[in-house]
């Protein structure tokens, strides 16, 4: 799309996705929208980065891989002080019926006590009771949410950016490997001269 399309796009959702209000309003840390010809727009307002390209990020891609569906990207630390927190995506169509063009994506970022919280609200078994250990991963295999992550007491030191759930979880990673559910491949990194290894969920559409 053109400029002047994406923007009569932005203008149409912007009051719904950027300035619309629900009970998790205040846990918002920021909301966005950008479009594949490069206009991206951010409340709070912010002063980005003259490189920045948002459609390089990991929640813009996922979203473009994923049009249609709402999806998760794994946390990262937030540049404004905001601690770490996870993306909310999902794509802005033409509506067409096949082959639907995807105009922009919209997103909305959550600090990880507060993903936390609505996961455990959700699903009141995740709340700690000892009967049941949640967790949220990705189509890859990477956590976006463990109890470790917001835990004071059990939380791990080193960050919580690409972590695995084989790293994290390893029996339940052995069991969807062993029930079709979680796949193995490797490729050559011939720059390293080492083998990588790479995962695939097998169990979601």
């Known amino acids: 799309p053109s400029i002047r399309t994406s923007l009569l796009v932005i203008s149409r959702i912007e009051d719904d996705w950027l300035r619309g209000g629900s009970d998790f309003t205040p846990y918002i840390v920021w909301r966005y929208i950008g479009t594949p010809d490069g206009v991206f727009i951010v ?16 929640w813009y891609q996922r979203a473009i891989a994923f049009p249609g569906q709402s999806t998760l990207a794994a946390p990262y630390l937030d540049a404004f002080g905001a601690g770490y927190v996870v993306t909310l995506s999902h794509t802005v169509t033409d509506g067409s019926a096949t082959n639907p063009e995807v105009l922009a994506v919209a997103s909305m970022d959550f600090t990880l006590p507060y993903f936390w919280t609505m ?11 000892g009967d049941y250990h949640c967790f949220v991963i990705d189509s890859a295999g990477y956590l976006i949410i463990h109890e470790s992550f917001v835990d004071p007491e059990t939380s791990i030191r080193d ?44 169990c979601c559409g």
Not at 50 to 57: G, M, V
Not at 119 to 129: I, K
Request: glycine share 8%; charged share 25%.
């Open 119 to 129: 996961l455990t609200d959700q699903y009141s078994d995740c709340r700690s009771n």
């Open 43 to 58: 409340l709070p307002g912010i002063q980005q980065a003259n490189e920045y390209d948002h459609t390089k990020r990991p």
């Open 159 to 202: 960050g919580v950016e690409g972590r695995h759930v084989a790293e994290m979880e390893p029996g339940v990673a052995r069991l969807m490997i062993a029930n079709n559910l979680l796949e193995r491949g490797q490729c050559n990194n011939y720059q390293d001269e080492r083998v990588q290894y790479f995962y695939t969920v097998r």
